[in-house]
Nanobody
Framework: QVQLVESGGGLVQPGGSLRLSCAAS????????MGWYRQAPGTQREWVAT???????NYVNSVKGRFTISRDNAKNTVYLQMNSLKPEDTAVYYC?????????WGQGTQVTVSS
């Protein structure tokens, strides 16, 4: 059974940094397109970033230059380094693993950016 467990969320001041982790079990992250999504209260879930099996990355425009997605295949973990955080980055952040028609989600981790 595939499980994704996110961690690393919390409360941070504007301009601060956080690193989210997504640890996978029951599969290996290297064979999936791994992504981060977020959902703020009252809004739809939004795609944030993906990393393909060949390492190519893509980001939503609002986080380009501030967020970095990466993977450590040896640790079976995907990361989202978030710098220069803004209040509008406040959301629950979810990890996703996708391969063809199959997809898995984690339970989410809360990120709150506030002074």
């Amino acid at each position: 059974q595939v499980q994704l467990v996110e961690s690393g969320g919390g409360l941070v001041q504007p301009g601060g940094s956080l690193r989210l982790s997504c640890a996978a079990s029951g599969t290996i992250v290297s064979i999936y397109v791994m992504g981060w999504y977020r959902q703020a209260p009252g809004t739809q879930r939004e795609w944030v970033a993906t990393i393909a099996t060949d390492g190519r990355t893509n980001y939503v425009n609002s986080v380009k230059g501030r967020f970095t997605i990466s993977r450590d295949n040896a640790k079976n973990t995907v990361y989202l380094q978030m710098n220069s955080l803004k209040p509008e980055d406040t959301a629950v952040y979810y990890c996703n693993a996708g391969r063809g028609s199959v997809g898995y989600w984690g339970q989410g981790t809360q990120v709150t950016v506030s002074s």
